[in-house]
Structure formats: C-alpha cells, structure tokens
C-alpha cells in the first residue's frame, strides 16, 4: 500500500480550478495591506475555495495501488492524458534514469521509470497543469513549479541520505509551495481579468500566505498528515508538532542551489552555514553529494518543466 | 582550530559500548570527553536498531496475543492500509525517553557530549570535526572506540531505501507491504521476517544456510522455523542471491541461484553489517584493521596500541547490545587500572527477538555433546499451567547439563518471555548450583519459571540413579 492511495480515496468529481466570482469590493484590495486583509478574511472564514485533485491522478494512484493493474492498463490511462504522455517520455529520457537505449514507448517509459515514479511524475505533471496556473503571472508560476519539482527531487534524496521515507519527502516537497499558484489565481478571479494588479503587493501577500493555504489544500486533498504539516511549516519547521524533522527537511531543500538550476559553487558553500543543517545532521560530504545531483535535478527539470 | 587541554579518557561513539565505557571511567573520578556523530545520544540502538524494532514487535505481539488469547470473544484483524507509523505510535515516546535517560545518565556523571565526527590526527591525538562548531582538537591519554556498525550493502543488492531497503531504513515506509522478502539469516533477518509476518505480511526469508541463526540450538530454529511457518511465512534455505532489482512497476525481484524468482512489493537486505571504522584515520594512531574489517582486541579490548581499547561492534560478533555495554565497562575498568572480574566471561546470555522470542547461553546440546556428552532436560511450555493460560503452547526450554547430568553447561529457551527466564540458568551457572537445585526450589504458580523444575526433573530421570545432591552440601563457587 503506498502513501498516496489516501488521497485517491478521497477524490470525487474532478474540477480543475475553481474560478471565484468577482468580489464586489475586490477593486480596492490591490496593496499588501488590502489584500492581505482581504485572504485573511477567506481563509478565516474558509470561504477560499481550492481545486480538487487533478483526475488522472487518481486514476493513476489507483491503478498502480491496486496490485492486480498491469502497466498496458496504466499506460492506457496515462495515454489518454497527451500532456502527461509526452512529459512521462521525456522524464524516462533525462540523465535522472539515464536510459542505455532512447525510450520510445509509454510502456516501456514505465517499465524503466516504476510505478512509484510514475505516481510522482503523475502528480507533478497534472499539478503543473491544473494547480500551477494564474493569468497574467504565468512567469512567476512556471518558475514556482519549477522550483518546486526541483524541491522534491532534493527532498527524496536528503530523504534517502538520512534514511527517512522517500516517496513522503518527494511528495511534501513538489507540494511545499502548492499554495502560491493557488493564492495567485484566487486574487487574479478576485479582480478579473482585464483590471490592473499590483504585482509587487499580490507577491508579497503571496508569500506570506501559501504555507497557510498549501497546508490547507493538503488537508482537503486527504494527504497525509505529516506532508500536510510540512507543507505547512515549511518556512517554520521547528513550529511543526507532528513532522518536525520533515518539516525541517523540506526546508532545507526548499534552499538547496539544485533547486535554482544554478549551480554555484558559492551557493554550495553558504549551504554548508545553513542553520537547519545541524537538525539534519547532514556533514558536508553528505550535502556535497546531494548538491553534485544538481546538474541531474536541473536537466530532469528540462524534461518535465 | 581549537586545542583542548588533555583528556583523561575520550569514548568515540554514545551506543550501549561507549555509553557504559565513559560511565565506568567518570564513575572512577577521571575526566571523559564523549564524541558522537549523531546529534542525539544512544547511537544506533536507540533510534535505529533495538529500541525501534522492539517496540513494532511488542505491537506486533499485542496484535498476535489478541488472536491467540481472545478466544471467541475478539474479532482482530489489521486494516490493509495499516501504516506503520501507527503500529509504532509509542515509538517517538519510548526512544525520547530512553534517550532522555541516557542524556541524564551522561550529565549526572559529569561526562561532556561533543557532537562531530572524530579521527585520529596521531595515537593520542584527535581532531573532531562538527556540523557548526568547525574543528576542534583533542589530546587523550586513554581511547576508546565504541562507533558501531552499520547493515553491510552487497554490490548485488541496490538497496534505494525506497523498494530495497536496509535494517536502517526498512522502518521509513509507511504502509506495511503486502509482501517483503528478507535475505539473511542472522539475528536482524529472523527478528524483522517474523515481526512482519506475525503483521500479516508475507514473508519469504532466504538464506544461504540450512537453518536461519547458524549459531543457534537446531531443535529451537526448529521451533522457530515451525511457528514463522504458521504465521505464513516461508524459509528458503540453502539459495543463493543471485540477483535483486525492482521490476520497474511494482515488485522487486529477487532471483536465486536455483533460478527460482521470488516476487514482493519490499526487500529488506539484512546480509551482515560492517563496522564504522573509515574516516576514524586509525592508521594515524597506529592501528590496523583486519580482514573482516574489524579491531583486533586481546581479552581485555585492548588494541595493538597501549593506550586505545576497541568495543562493541567495530571488534565483530556477537554484536549484541548486552554484550557491548559490558565490554565498555571492563575496557574502561582494565585501561584504569581497575580491578577486572572474570565472573561473567563466557556467559553472557545471547536474546533474540522475534515471535518467538529466542534466548540462550553456554552451550548447546550440539556442542555439549561433542565435548564430552550432555544430558539435556526439556520442558514444553505446553505443558505448564501458564504456558496455557497465556496460550504460549509453542515455548521450549532446554538445559543442558553435562554428561553426569549434575551441572548446568547451558540453556536454550524459545517461546515468550525466553530472554528473561535465561537469567534464571545464567545465575545458576554462574553461581555453580546443582542441577538438583532446580529440582528443590519452590517456584510461583502457575509461572513460566517452573520449566526449570520440569525440565531438571527431565534431566534427573536421565541420569544414573544417583541420590540427589543437598544444596546445602554445594560449594558455592567464586
């Protein structure tokens, strides 16, 4: 039984994201203040309204956790998705799995990428697709699932480094920032489309919201607890009661110059300083053979990015 | 760099080796510097080995002993999804407070913590090299190096932590699968194989060897073999790995020299373990490794070098934790100067837990016999009041007395409560009490230690009619 079959359980008719009606006084919240003030009030009131989990995802989560699904079933589902298709072909391709022979069949993109990679790619692709979206900030959210890919590459090897669970790490750190593209669509239907943002004020809000907010998709979405408080707390880890250790370590792959795609040698070596590092108890062996992944993470990205 | 000034006596690594170590020489008013690399006290015993494993098996016991003890009365069944985070909820509990005693075990005797990686700069010289304190640097005029081991990795097993897992990381997932492989056939495989299937998993356990627990008494493997089979698992004996590799959808295959392929959603590799000794730079102390990996020590886990002792793990079998803190204590002691006894030399009791647990010392009947002859008494748990009452029908116990049938040269014990009734036989053995002792003792009733008295009356029936021996007529050894 795998960490995600939760979350299939709880899927029931799929939407992609919810559009919220224009508020009438929405014209008016365009500084940080206003803003904040004006998803403080939703999210106290529970009234921001957050996408369900992508279809394909669950189907996808089924089939590989039923036990008796074959990979001709799976590739079929998948197939239906071109999208999915097309990034799965590529991923299988990328230095990640470093194929002897080009992959040219979905099948056997699963046969070399496994039933877990493909549940990970699955929600990471469609995530991309249906969460990972807001008019006018395309840039910022392109650049944010990025990022957050990057993150859960990162996370599953400092997992691994630490012999912690793989596949939770993977998960909490594609989801850790899950909450920006949220927030980001929410305020772009709060003002319709053609009205003027304050980009620099929606930004700052932003980001002090979508630990909240991804914590909360977390929780609708059924994952497990401990991914939902690292979600949470990814910007303070030590305030996690659960998945403290979790916590701490999706916040330290959050920072982790892989995740940046570039490769400085200077930011390697300011990670060394980094204040979780003695909580993970990493030496710098460790965390400089988890950095060398970097060029690997950064051009697995190119493939499903 | 930061020098310090000379340490009385540096323990490197805070396991049940090093702990006992720098309590003994604290305890003997000398200044103990500890050097742990983890950030927490207690080494691998604590949060990866003894403490965690033992705990998922007393949830695993709990959940076996409703089935078997609950009569009619109670319908238990896991939910497929059982996570294993749940079964082991009183894990965080139990490690932080048996951490936490260390802890305080440490500061009450005045015994400082550093945490960070150390190796030797020269025989008395270290250099410790820490997460965000940089290197310091240590002189020692006594070491001791208890820094464990970790589970070996075969080239031909990819161990990914993810699929394949190793005894460090097998207790991460967080489902319990529905099957799981389990290569080895030491203390970890058969403690591991039979907590997961006693959990409902299935579970094959390969092994290179006829019987799992080479070292152990065959009528108990025997035992144990019959009872891992009725909670489902399966035994392949004899088989070789040739090859371990995760299908690439949703089982890892383990492919035997027999050509056999065995088909399971886990692997656990549990194939030996080596000891933590590179990055130390023994060689700067004079040291030399041999070639299974380990420090050669003489009777008193003193190394080659004069001043430097070696305990635990790092000096090979038994690999236990007893075993290990003992030899911390008579490291410490002989480097002192202290006076060593020799009272518990050769008999320290060996216990394995799986379901059944397993528990011995001294000889077997094997060996017994082929020293001189044995006359062995058993006693079958089935055969007690309590082993009905608290439904352990499968338990065994065996002593092995020597060939005139008067002394106790060992015990063998399977089924629950095996590691504690061993100490009954150690005391005897160690005191040198007739076997008759047994026999003239009043025991509680109804309790599993009177499979002493069953099993001493199985041995006095077998010897030559003799009169029995007064223990008021026993000279009391040591």
């Known amino acids: 039984m795998q960490l995600v079959t939760a979350v299939h359980r709880s899927v029931g008719s799929i939407a992609p994201v919810i559009e919220l009606p224009a508020n009438d006084d929405s014209h008016s919240a365009n500084t940080v203040a206003e803003l904040r003030q004006w998803l403080t009030e939703r999210l106290a009131a529970r009234a921001l309204e957050l996408p369900l989990l992508p279809d394909v995802v669950a189907q996808v989560i089924a089939l590989s956790t039923s036990g008796e699904s074959d990979a001709r079933e799976l590739a079929e589902v998948i197939r239906r998705d071109g999208p999915m298709s097309a990034h799965i072909l590529r991923l299988a391709n990328s230095p990640l799995f470093r194929p002897r022979t080009p992959i040219v069949s979905l099948q056997q993109a699963l046969s070399r990428l496994g039933m877990t990679q493909i549940r990970q790619i699955a929600f990471a692709v469609s995530c991309k697709q249906r969460v990972f979206r807001a008019r006018g900030f395309e840039p910022e959210v392109r650049a944010s699932f990025r990022h957050s890919f990057a993150t859960g590459l990162a996370a599953q090897e400092l997992a691994r480094a630490r012999r912690w669970n793989v596949e939770e790490a993977f998960l909490a750190g594609l989801l850790h920032d899950v909450g920006r593209p949220v927030l980001l669509q929410a305020i772009v239907d709060m003002h319709g489309a053609n009205r003027s943002l304050n980009r620099s004020a929606v930004l700052a809000v932003v980001a002090e919201l979508h630990a909240q907010v991804g914590g909360m998709l977390a929780q609708k979405w059924s994952l497990p607890a401990r991914v939902g408080e690292a979600i949470a707390f990814h910007h303070a880890p030590h305030a996690a009661k659960v998945s403290t250790q979790l916590s701490i370590l999706i916040s330290f792959a959050d920072d982790l110059p892989a995740c940046d795609e570039e490769h400085r040698p200077e930011a390697a070596a300011a990670l060394l300083k980094h204040p979780l590092l003695p909580h993970l108890n990493l030496y710098p062996d460790e965390v400089a053979a988890i950095v060398a992944r970097g060029k690997d993470f950064a051009e697995t990205l190119q493939a499903v990015a | ?478």
């Open chain 2, 1 to 478: 760099m930061t020098a310090n000034r000379v340490w009385e006596v540096v323990v490197i690594g805070s396991g049940p080796g090093g702990q006992k170590a720098a309590i003994q020489a604290a305890k003997a008013g000398r200044r103990v510097l500890m050097i742990e690399q983890e950030t927490q006290v207690g080494g691998a015993c604590v949060h990866r080995g003894t403490i965690p494993s033992k705990t998922l098996r007393e949830t695993a016991m709990t959940f076996s002993a409703f089935r078997r003890k609950g009569g009619q009365v109670l319908e238990v069944n896991l939910p497929e999804d059982v996570q294993i985070a749940g079964l082991n909820s009183r894990l965080d509990g139990v490690v932080a407070a048996h951490e936490k005693f260390i802890a305080d075990q440490i500061k009450r005797n005045g015994i400082e913590v550093w945490h960070g990686r150390a190796r030797f700069k020269s025989p008395h010289t270290l250099e410790v090299v820490s997460i965000s304190r940089g290197t310091r640097r240590v002189d020692a005029k006594i070491v001791i190096i208890a820094t464990g081991s970790r589970p070996r990795n075969p080239e031909l097993v990819p161990i990914d932590h993810e699929h394949i897992f190793d005894s460090d990381s097998i207790l991460s997932m967080r489902y319990l699968p529905r099957s799981l492989a389990v290569l080895g056939g030491g203390v970890i495989a058969t403690e591991y194989a039979s907590i997961f299937a006693t959990l409902g998993v299935r579970v094959t356990m390969i092994d290179k060897r006829e019987r799992p627990l080479a070292f152990a008494d065959t009528e108990i493997v025997d035992r144990f073999l019959q009872t891992f089979a009725e909670a489902g698992g399966r035994f392949v004996a004899r088989a070789q790995v040739r090859s371990v590799a995760f299908d690439g959808v949703s089982a890892v295959v383990t492919t035997l020299g027999s050509g056999e392929e065995v088909w399971t959603e886990k692997v656990l590799c549990a194939l030996g373990r080596v000891a933590n000794l590179e990055g130390l730079c023994l060689e700067a102390a004079g040291l030399k490794i041999d070639a299974k990996g380990l420090v050669p020590v003489d009777a008193h886990y003193r190394t080659t070098t004069q001043h430097l002792y070696a305990v635990g793990d790092v000096i090979g079998p038994p690999s236990l934790a007893a075993t290990a803190m003992e030899q911390g204590r008579l490291a410490a002691r002989h480097a002192l100067g202290l006076g060593v006894s020799d009272l518990g030399a050769g008999r320290s009791p060996v216990g394995i837990y799986a379901i059944p647990e397993i528990a011995s010392l001294g000889m077997n009947e094997s060996e017994a016999r082929a020293l001189g002859g044995a006359i062995v008494g058993r006693s079958e748990f089935r055969e007690l009041a309590r082993g009905q009452i608290g439904a352990i029908e499968n338990g065994l116990l065996k002593l092995v007395a020597d060939a005139s049938g008067t002394y106790l040269l060992g015990v063998q014990v399977i089924g629950e409560g095996a590691s504690e009734l061993v100490h009954i036989g150690q005391m005897a053995m160690l005191g040198h009490l007739p076997i008759d002792t047994f026999v003239e003792c009043t025991f509680n009733f109804p309790t599993l230690a009177e499979a002493y008295r069953v099993a001493a009356l199985d041995i006095v029936g077998r010897r030559a009619a003799q009169p029995i021996i007064r223990t008021s007529q026993v000279r009391i050894a040591g």
